[in-house]
Structures are given as C-alpha cells and as structure tokens.
C-alpha cells in the first residue's frame, strides 16, 4: 500500500512550525533528505512528506528541544551507534533493565562485551517480560525473530509483531510502516517498533552513545 503523503503547506499548518524551523531541522539531520517527496501538481513541483512519519517526527522533536540541543536530537535519531560495547556489569549498572532478565539474557549469549544492537536486544526482550504479556520461552522466540529480521531488513528498518491465536504464540517481522491484516480470531499481543525502541535506548544510554 503507497504511503499517504501530506504536503509542506498543511504540514506546516497541522505541526504549527514554520519554513525556517522545517529546513533547520532538516540541515541538522533530524529529518531524513529522503523524506522530502517534489512531485508534479497542476500548480508545479511541489513537496511532499511521509504523513505519519514527519507527524510523529516533528512531535518527538518539540518534546526533546526543550532540554535537549538539536545536535543532541540529532544524535537520537541518528542509525544505531556501533562503536557502543559495554560490559554486563556496565550495562546493570545503568539500571533501565531488570538484573533478573539480564541474567536470563546472557545465559543465551556466549559474548563478555554487549554491542548496541545486543543492549537493544536485551531491553527488548526486558520490555516483553516486564509487560507478563510474554511467556520466558516466548520472548526468546520473538528475540531469535528479531536477529533474524534485522541482518536481512537492517539494523533499525524493522516492526515485530507478536500475535496469539488460540493460545499459540506466533510472531513475524515486516519492514517498517507496512500495513498488516490479521485474522479475526489472531490478537495482536505487542508490536516493537525498532526504530522507537533505538530512539528510546539511546536517550536512556546518555552519555555513553
């Protein structure tokens, strides 16, 4: 299904926010260059955005300028750092997971060092447990999907859906923003959102990103 698109006119019209706001950000990376659509109207080229996207784009920007610099901001929505390896004891000590569900993550996880991508993992499968939506064994499905999914989609263009039907657990992975139809008897149990949960991490990590 193509994307809905809204125009640069009502977009800056629905967020409130002005040219020079829009292209700042933009210039500071918070916005993708691919974001910005020129398409062909009756009236000449004009440009288009992602609706969804930008909507939600520019709310999270408003939310975070208040404390955070727009270089700050930037950084959040930059693609995952790779160059972020932290101990299992640096990692507790940051305290935005369970010890517990750490301890079980890394009885699965045969490396002394976590990379980013392995953090991300671990807060994820934090999130499913603390949530008692997700049996243990279930988590660890959705985690192995998960790896899976984000070497072949990359690293953070990826949503997890977790469903059950009839009691039977089931989960599966498509690109982000795509649209799913389910069966009237399947209830969707989460939905992880890898580029939300890499925004979210990296604000939590701090200084260490």
Known sequence: MEEELIS??????RANISYGQLYRWKRKGLIPEDWFIRKATYTGQETFFPRSKML???EKIKNLKEDVSLDDIADVFSPSPDDVVLTADEFKQKGIISPDVLSIFLKDHSE???DFHEIRLAYIFNSLLMSGNVSLDEGRLALDL???SLLRFGNTN???ILTRKLGVFCCFAVPCGSTVCLDKDMRQVSLISIPAVTEELKLK?????
């Open 205 to 209: 990590l701090g200084g260490n990103i």
């Open 56 to 58: 939600s784009r520019i």
């Open 8 to 13: 640069k006119k009502e977009l800056l019209e």
């Open 146 to 148: 998960l790896r899976t």
């Open 158 to 160: 990826v949503d997890a």
């Open 112 to 114: 002394s060092h976590l």
